[in-house]
T-cell receptor, first 112, second 114 residues
Framework: QKEVEQDPGPLSVPEGAIVSLNCTYS??????FMWYRQYSRKGPELLMY????GNKEDGRFTAQVDKSSKYISLFIRDSQPSDSATYLC????????????FGAGTRLFVKA | NAGVTQTPKFQVLKTGQSMTLQCAQD?????MSWYRQDPGMGLRLIHY???????DQGEVPNGYNVSRSTTEDFPLRLLSAAPSQTSVYFC?????????????FGPGTRLTVL
């Protein structure tokens, strides 16, 4: 079983829709939770990170962490065609140096 | 700032050939790493470095070598290429190892081994 599970999609939505992207994980020691956005044939770029449980909002993006359920989400409001990309979740323990575990990524298409 | 740069962008090798993937960063980051990205697998750490002269193995190090002679450069060497090494390779750098330190990725090298 993978430490981090992420539905690969693809997920196709109309412009303006609310998008929900999710990951589940098995290691309760994870404390940092990140979302990366990766455009086609580009490197991943950090979108948001959250420490421990709770919500974090940045413009149209909201990250949620539910440590009791080992479940994290990224919500995109008023989705735009420019949001079309692969979204990777990633997790890290508070200690443990370089060991960041990435999900496989969900491909999102926002249709104009 | 150019950020993290990688060369080449694309490469085709025959089984058994060797090559070096280049990576450079101009952000004066101490920490650098190499990942491979395969469909359905996510990013997996190959090797990493915490400073010039210091490297260590990640999750999937077999078949790869690294060295770090300067802060800026972190090349990845494939010793004897195998079809299983067909992948997209990303180099990354960061200021620290805490979860709050942002990791910056290069644009990737797409490698095909025939």
């Amino acid at each position: 079983q993978k430490e981090v599970e992420q539905d690969p999609g693809p997920l196709s939505v109309p412009e303006g829709a609310i998008v929900s992207l999710n990951c589940t994980y098995s290691n309760s020691a994870f404390q940092y939770f990140m979302w990366y956005r990766q455009y086609s044939r580009k490197g991943p770029e950090l979108l948001m990170y959250t420490y421990s449980s709770g919500n974090k909002e940045d413009g149209r993006f909201t990250a949620q962490v539910d440590k009791s359920s080992k479940y994290i989400s990224l919500f995109i409001r008023d989705s735009q065609p420019s949001d079309s990309a692969t979204y990777l979740c990633a997790m890290k323990r508070n200690t443990g140096g370089f060991k960041t575990i990435f999900g496989a990524g969900t491909r999102l298409f926002v249709k104009a | 700032n150019a950020g993290v740069t990688q060369t080449p962008k694309f490469q085709v090798l025959k089984t058994g050939q060797s090559m070096t993937l280049q990576c450079a960063q101009d952000m004066n980051h101490e920490y650098m790493s190499w990942y491979r990205q395969d469909p359905g697998m996510g990013l997996r750490l190959i090797h990493y470095s915490v400073g010039a002269g210091i490297t260590d193995q990640g999750e999937v190090p077999n078949g790869y070598n690294v060295s770090r002679s300067t802060t800026e450069d972190f090349p990845l060497r494939l010793l004897s290429a195998a079809p299983s090494q067909t992948s997209v390779y990303f180099c990354a750098s960061r200021t620290g190892t805490s979860g709050s330190s942002e990791q910056f990725f290069g644009p990737g090298t797409r490698l095909t081994v025939l």
